[in-house]
């Protein structure tokens, strides 16, 4: 099996929302984990991850395989890939961002705890 074909059977899940596509989900090797991020290795390519405590708590040990739930953020000077644990809890984020779309606010960073 290709790379190519690895990343799209089992590793990244994309839908689209309005015009954005998001990567929904991630497969991979955990390959560090900190109170506020983790980097996933998935068919070679390494993402951070902004993460909340709760995520960062529930992660397994470095180098075991992990999955996370993902956002895809689209900020002024960049992308941003947010990270969950459980769907509960990026369901609420995403409620969150589109409750404060409307304010001034162009980050939704402190939502998280960061």
């Not at 947010?82 to 304010?103: T, V």
């Amino acid at each position: 099996m290709t790379y190519r074909m690895q990343l799209a059977i089992a590793y990244c899940h994309f839908q689209r929302r309005d015009q954005e596509v998001l990567i929904s989900s991630l497969t991979g090797i955990l390959k560090s984990k900190f109170p506020d991020h983790a980097e996933i290795s998935v068919g070679g390519v390494g993402y951070r991850i902004s993460i909340p405590l709760s995520t960062f708590r529930s992660l397994p040990e470095v180098s075991e395989e992990v999955t996370i739930l993902t956002h895809l953020h689209l900020k002024e000077n960049g992308l941003e890939l947010i990270g969950f644990g459980r769907h509960l809890e990026r369901q609420l984020f995403e409620m969150l961002i589109a409750a404060f779309r409307e304010s001034a606010s162009d980050s939704p960073r402190h939502l998280i705890g960061n």
